[in-house]
């Protein structure tokens, strides 16, 4: 009796377990009756009819993180590195991802270590650091077009992580220091250039500004030579319209020469003390000729009484 009750109750768990079905917010089931695909199972409560219904597929439904292995890539420039990343995916069709493709994410992780392998050999090691995005953008468009019949979208890819050899590094490091001593010599230089430049141009700037001040200060010399010729021009020719307007005076003549006679009588005696010999005359003949020319007696008594 206690027998049957137990097979009664085992019977009544396993009609349980394959009549009724939860499905969870993050799933999808695919139901198969007797074999072909009758239905999707969306979240909730189920029943189904049994040994005719069977859940056969039950797919995730939330996005999935795929970790790209890391594998051994070389560059156009022939420098091997390794190279891996992350995938984001996530299935939008259910019934295709169950029946398109056999194991979707390993075929999503073959596509992209075949693509990044394929985009990463045409370009440089250099432009895998610089042209990450553009690889990443490449690699999303093949992986979806070919996972769209398995109902699978691409949603990203990332480079996660690109090493050179070790040999490859160093030699990077090498030329990098290279680099930054060819740089520091060429700022050196360019200092150096521009402070010669500076310098001469300095130079240049005083000497314009010397040349500059000489040049005014001939103007102006010579402007002020020139108004002092012009002033002294002028006092001359108001002197002499000045002589000959007096000439022109009753006795004029006679005054005039008297004059030149007191001058010449002036600038001899100063000649005769400045020097140590005795200086005579070389125009007796002309200073006879002055006196002869002197008839008034007293005109010769004033030279005699000055004599």
Known sequence: MYTFIAILILVIIFLVVKTF????????VIVERLGKFTKTLQPGFYFLIPFFDKPAYSQEMREQVIDIPAQSVITSDNIQVEVDGLLYLK????????????????????LAQTTMRSEIGKITLGETFSEREKVNTKIINEIDKASDPWGVKVLRYEIRDIRPSEHVIETLERRMEAEREKRAKITMATAEKEKLINISEGERQSAINISQGEKTKRINEAEGNAESIKLIAGASAQSIILVGAAIKEPCGDEALKMRLVDQYVDQLGKVIESCDVSVFPAGLASIKGIFDEIRDPEQAEIIRERR
């Open 21 to 28: 079905i939860i499905v969870s917010e993050r799933e999808n």
């Open 91 to 110: 299935v939008m069709d259910s019934k295709k991802a169950s029946y398109g493709i056999g194991n979707y994410l390993a075929a999503c992780i073959n």
